[in-house]
């Protein structure tokens, strides 16, 4: 079971480092739905036995992750007409590095975690420290209101994925709140993405600027 | 405590018909001026009766209501000490607003005359509600819309540019003020475990407390280093406003320091350090008052000079209740606080007067007034009397209390202790202060009111009218009757000086005071009799009317006259190095010179060479701080994930050993 696990967890640590390093919009919005999709097998690979709830769960979180939100940003995408991400803040090499050294450092200080017994041998600590690191290096690194979205969903993966170490206790109703959240998260930075492309005529965030005080 | 009069008429009774007659001015302030000067003279000639009362002997009044403020019982009290505010109030707040009636009228000032009204009838009530409160949390409140109901008649003009900074400067300072007092009674309370105010003189541990009241009370009523609000607030608030700044609500810092140095304990420093700020106040504010050539921020400076003569009294007291000396320290107590009220008199009179003449000539630079004493009699006489009284001439109540003061100082002087030097030197510095006052009032009066006209202003000026007039009649009445009869507020000052510490007992009359009345009777009969004894040769012998300062000169013109800055040249220079006064000198060179000038401007140097650079430090370290700020949503997240990783490297490093 937990080379399975370890193997879909080590799929999505990859996936991070391909959104990190990739300068076109719809590769970025293609390796987070497979991340979705990845990240939404682990609830019936983690309880072994097969549950009806949990496998809609599951159900769910993949269609909503890998089909969903990713049919909802293409189309942002399609309305603002940007396909790439120029200049960021942080370029694409250096991400990569920064997100290799973040996937080093989330399994050193994994290790050093007091863990329970049966979490410490699987990947999913690291793995969620990692894509969160991810999320935040996409969020602080890039400068179209497409690619920070896709850091926010990567961050929210992470999330996600800590919240399968509470698998055996969290309730049903917690999973599926955990996903609404997201899913209303979505709802709202697409709406922003809109009102931004409208008033500024640009997804560019550091034209926001303009609006502090 | 004597009983009242009457079972019906009581202080009680009075103040809350006072209090009728002040919601029935904020009630219709606004649409009716005449029921709005009506319920303002029932509440506060409601106030003044009761004030009166309690000082003529009446029970005290103490009151509580079921009634719950903030989950604090309303607890009322008014005692000899609050009375003796009160009756100034009740004064001063029902002259101002006949005053005002003229000098703020409705076509005059269409935006703002019904904000004044509302604004003064609030203010009046919210003063009057901080001398009775007998509770920590109420007197917050009632201090605060005391605060702010100033602060809005302070800028009743507010078209106007430095009418708007100076009530940001008020505003900024009296909040300082209320944050040391909400500290003050919030401290107090948690130390007493109530809200309830009274004297708490045996919890020893309370004196440190001082302080903070001394800088909360001490802002307000403008004592030295702490006056920064004071000049340009007095300036540009209509002047029946500045009468009341200036003759009650600077008292109330007054009232702060005399009710809570009675009621809690204070430090073994408190008196010396009090008698201190008073003599600094005292000599700084009359040497800041030469220098000035406004009118009313001059006066202003004399406010805070009055303020170091009443603080030397109280100072001096505090010091005779640490040193076990009754004698002198009572008599310099019922000095000071008899000056609360001869300023508040003489103090409002001279704004009134001054509002006269802004309100007449339409400007308050002195070099553009002049000549005004043939234009506006009734005002320039009642200004120069004023002037004398404040001068603390005899025979007028300025004389009265200074002179008690004087006693008080001299007694100590006599009494050998650790406070004679201290004493002898602060008599000297009172001295001094007297005489550069009156220095600093010649100036005023010869500038303002002899000479010929500097101005089209000053030519057109006009007496003002029957209701500006009247107020300031009474006032000046006012002065020469406590001038003349001092025995009479007598027994309000003993109370008063009893309430502030009963271990004293009652105060004897010193026996003096009669003889000053006397003299004073007796040097103003000899001078109404050589008034009119002059008067009646002047007629015998006919007059011949000419320019005054004529100099010799066949054309002189109105820019030759002396003018206040050249008047108090000398004076101005004896201060130079605290005044620091600006001067830009154009010199005559060559034979036949082009053109000259001489311009010589007083700055504000505790606020500009203090205050100012002090705040520009904190706005850069505060500039600094916001280039952070600057809105970039990437920066601000990484802010986050820094703080983040900061935050999971403490527990880690933390949770190692």
Redesign the interface.
Known sequence: MNSTLNLLIGLAMGLNLLALGSSRLPSVIRAMAVQGVVLGMLPVVITREFHWPVALVALVTMGVKGFGIPALLRRAMRAANIEREIEP?IGFVPSLLLGAIGTIAAVA?AQ?L?LLPEHAGTLLVPGALATIFTG?VL?????KAIS?VCGYLIMENGIYLFGMLLLHSTPLLVESGILLDLTVGVFVIGIIVDRIQRAFDSLD??K?????E | MGVPVSPVITAGTLLFIAGAGLLLAMVSGRAAPRLWLMGIAVGTGAALAAAVGVLAGWADWDWRSGFEIGGEQLHFRLDAISALFLALLGVVGGLGAVYAQEYWAEERHPRSARAGRLGWAVLVAAIGLVLVSANGLHFLIAWEAFTVASYFLITLDRQRRDVRAAGWLYLGASHVATLCLFAFFAILAVRTGSWELGSMQEQEELAPLFWLALAAFGLKAGMFPLHIWLPSAHANAPSHVSAMLSGVSIKLGIYGLVRFSGWLPVPAAAGWVIALLGVISAVLGVAFALGQHDLKRLLAYHSVENIGIILIGIGFALLAVAQGQAAWGRIALAGGLLHVWNHGLFKSLLFLGAGSVVHAAGTREMSRLGGLWTRMPWTAGLFALGAAAISGLPPLNGFVSEWLVYLGLFDAVESRGTAALAAAFAAVMLAATGALALACFIKVCGVVFLGTPRSAGAVRALEAGQRMRVPMIVLALGCVAIGLAPVLVWPALARAAAAWNPAWGSLGMPPALGALGRIHAAVAILAAVAAAWLWARTRRAGLRRGLTWDCGYAGPTARMQYTAGSFAGTLTEWFAWILRPQRHELRAVATFPERAGFEEHTPEVVLEHVIQPAGGVVLQVANTARRIHHGRVQAYLLYLVAGVVGLGLLVLLGARP
């Open positions: 803040f200080v050093r007091p935040f969020l602080v690194g890039r400068v920070q965030t550091r926001l600027t303009v609006l502090r």
